[in-house]
């Protein structure tokens, strides 16, 4: 393969790097929220 | 009944078997590479000694079986089986070699729960183990997570028809990419770049809380592949209590759930399709069993007031909760706590929670939500055929990376794996009980074995009986495999024992 | 002379009838030597007592914000310590692959889920004690080992290398991959 990178795929790699940040991003938020619904079930069942 | 296997069926399982080998061969490396560093010299002739005969036995098995067939799926499927039975053998070497395992059962036993990514131990003197034999087991687990096959499949298998066969045969079946290859690449890409990620915020996470840099980074490293994975091994014998931190299990919470989730769905959520999150029915479904066997778990603790606040409830009966339903097994309780203080709902709330599991074509194991889904909208659908006027026809859908019909077949497959994974808890729970170990505790142990989870009620332990060790083995083993690969198996060797000449 | 002989006949009389009382007074306040087993097996009735614990210090010390934690094993189950910082400087040699770590014994009050750390199980240290410094741990490779490790990377290598020329030579015969 040649050594040469394009300006395009130069872009692509990024595009995909900033996707797979948010990516990781959302499912982290989603992972966190998962926590706090537990939080907030535990405070329920003390509470009861 | 099936045909006897020919020389040429065999030739091909033990080829593909034999470049399983040589993969776990090559990971041999890692572990070496950290004895040198570390100038653990004891542990470097162990890893030298597993690294010779894994490769000897790899390379013959590979040039044995050496042939221009293509796999078909049987071979698929019991290359799938045979291959984590290599491998269980050949990777106990070092382990037994460090004196750290008092047979080499006890070995084989540590292999195929790291493999299987589920996690019960039986090593001794866990708080003494050389970081060369820690990165071991981590990485065991690590790649277990991935799947022996991806592994192989990554870089020694050419054929793509075949290969997807092999895939297949391990469990998994979400073809990300037309090539298997592709799909085999992307899943360690997407595993590769998380592993950066959260090793490095376990990193700063160890600092914060008093670890030394270079602890903290191998502990970070290590405690991130076994959560990722959903495995469940961590460096100290305290497991995750040894650190005394709401950071860390709060990271540890956030990786292992994260962790749990379909290879497909990360990767369409990499790809810009970001509403799949909360839109796919397995994300749906773990939210929601989740949600109501927490509040039943912790609703049994409070009963019982094993907890003295929200946060020891939050942080011990949620933190296992969650740990028990994406099957990671970890814990910061002594085992023998669960059995003595948690009562029987909590316990009851656990063994529902490992038995679901987590998501399909995952590390996670158990039913799967995609299986408990299908099966529930199946159940509706069925339920409104009663309901409703005869003449109206439905079709049920669900959302499973883009909107789906329910069909039959589908709900077939799925309802025959959940009835073999229930059949097979009945089993272990019965073995473990004719062992003499009281029913709940006997369960719950089957349970976690089932699942691939690793939570521990305290019937794990060296001195286990020997006839139950094996049948835990061959339950990670199944399970891990959903089975079909296990079958296979067992009707080729069988076939090869009795049936009819072609 | 007599009233002087009386009073201390009297005194020591009293001293007497008091001294099982003061023995039993201190029984209760001095903390029962456990080992990790029963803090496991019998939490329940141990927690919150006084207790005193035995065994070898393991991995490192966690400095936090108000103490810091350290982790003592005695060979069944390693127990969670929490300490003042002040007591952590007698602490030398922590248990790990080359090192047996200090034996300790620590005094302090048991919790079977404490409230301050999350319902940890642990021990609210008062003080620590070194009764035995740590010591390096051997590990030598016997002879006949190095001999079958190199015997088996000698297969090991040699296999590898024969597979290698075999799969090469077979690519050259066929076509390319998709």
């Known amino acids: 393969m040649s050594p040469y990178v394009s300006p395009r795929q130069v872009a692509e790699r990024r595009q995909s790097g900033r996707r797979a940040a948010a990516g990781i991003l959302v499912e982290g938020c989603f992972a966190l929220s998962l926590l706090g619904l537990g939080y907030l079930l535990s405070l329920l069942a003390a509470a009861l | ?502 | ?178």
């Open chain 2, 1 to 502: 009944m099936l045909d006897r296997p020919r020389a040429g069926d065999w030739k091909i399982v033990c080829a593909y078997t034999g470049k399983a080998l040589i993969g776990v061969g090559a990971l041999h490396a890692l572990p070496l590479a950290t004895a040198l560093a570390c100038a653990e010299w004891a542990s470097l002739v162990d890893f030298l000694a597993g690294l010779g005969a894994t490769m000897a036995a790899g390379c013959a098995m590979a040039l044995l079986g050496k042939t221009e067939r293509k796999p078909s799926w049987m071979h698929g499927m019991v290359t799938g089986g045979i291959s984590w039975l290599a491998v269980m053998v050949m990777a106990a070497i070092p382990y037994w070699l460090s004196g750290h395992y008092l047979s080499y059962l006890d070995a084989m036993f540590d292999v195929m729960s790291g493999f299987t990514t589920t996690g019960l131990t039986l090593v001794q003197d866990l708080d003494h183990l050389s970081v060369s034999l820690n990165m071991w087991r981590h990485l065991l687990t690590f790649v277990g997570g991935q799947g022996v096959i991806v592994l192989a499949l990554s870089f020694l298998v050419k054929d793509s028809a075949g290969g997807y066969k092999l895939y297949v045969g391990e469990g998994k079946d979400e073809r990300l990419f037309p090539s298997v290859f592709h799909t085999a690449k992307a899943i360690w890409k997407i595993s590769l770049v998380y592993l950066g990620v959260g090793a490095a915020a376990l990193w700063l996470a160890g600092l914060s809380i008093g670890l030394g840099p270079a602890r903290a980074f191998l502990h970070g490293l290590w405690i991130y592949m076994a959560a990722w994975s959903t495995g469940g091994f961590a460096p100290m014998s305290q497991n995750i209590l040894y650190y005394h931190s709401g950071l860390y299990e709060a990271l540890t919470l956030v990786f292992f759930i994260v962790g749990s989730f379909n290879f497909a769905l990360h990767h369409a959520v990499w790809s810009g399709n970001r509403r799949e999150i909360y839109r796919n029915i397995e994300t749906v479904s773990f939210a929601t069993t989740m949600s109501l066997l927490a509040l039943l778990g912790c609703r049994g603790l409070q009963r019982l007031g094993v907890y003295p606040d929200a946060v020891s409830l939050f942080r011990k009966g949620f933190y296992h909760l969650a740990s028990a339903h994406t099957t990671t097994g970890y814990m910061t309780l002594y085992p023998r706590q669960l059995a003595l203080e948690w009562g029987d709902l909590a316990l009851l709330a656990m063994i529902a929670a490992m038995l679901v599991g987590g998501s399909a074509c995952s590390t996670a194991g158990g039913f799967k939500g995609l299986r408990v889904g299908i099966i529930w909208k199946a159940v509706v659908q069925d339920t409104r055929r009663l309901l409703k006027p005869s003449s109206a026809v439905f079709t049920q859908g669900f959302h499973y990376h883009g909107e789906r019909s329910l069909g039959e077949q589908q709900l077939r497959s799925a309802a025959l794996i959940v009835i073999m994974y229930v059949a097979m808890f009945a089993l272990i729970a019965m073995a473990g009980t004719a062992c003499g170990y009281p029913f709940l505790d006997a369960a719950f142990e089957a349970a976690s074995v089932t699942g691939n989870v690793g939570l521990s009620i305290g019937v794990t332990s060296a001195a286990m009986p020997a006839p139950l060790k094996l049948v835990y083995i061959l339950g990670m083993w199944a399970g891990r495999l959903e089975f079909m690969a296990v079958l296979a198996t067992i009707a080729f060797v069988a076939a090869a024992l009795r049936g009819k000449r072609r």
């Open chain 3, 1 to 178: 002379m007599r009233g002087f002989r009386l009073a201390a006949l009297l005194a020591a009389a009293a001293c007497l009838a008091a001294a099982p009382d003061a023995a039993l007074a201190a029984d209760l306040m001095s903390p029962n030597a456990v080992s990790s087993s029963q803090l496991v097996e019998e939490a329940k009735r141990l927690d919150g007592a006084s207790i005193s614990f035995e065994g070898e210090v393991i991995g490192e010390a966690m400095p936090r914000r108000d103490g810091a934690w350290i982790n003592v094993s005695d060979g069944a189950y390693a127990i969670g310590v929490w300490l003042p910082a002040s007591e952590l400087g007698k602490v030398r040699r922590f248990g790990s692959y080359r090192w047996k770590g200090d034996r300790l014994r620590v005094v302090g009050s048991f919790n079977r889920a404490c409230p301050e750390h999350g319902g940890d199980l642990d021990i609210h240290a008062r003080s620590v004690e070194v009764l035995e410094p740590g010591s390096p741990i051997e590990h030598g490779v016997p002879r006949e080992r190095i001999a079958a490790a190199a015997l088996l990377l000698a297969a090991g290598s040699l296999s590898f290398l024969l597979w290698r020329k075999r799969s090469r030579n077979s690519d050259e015969s066929r076509p390319a991959r998709d």
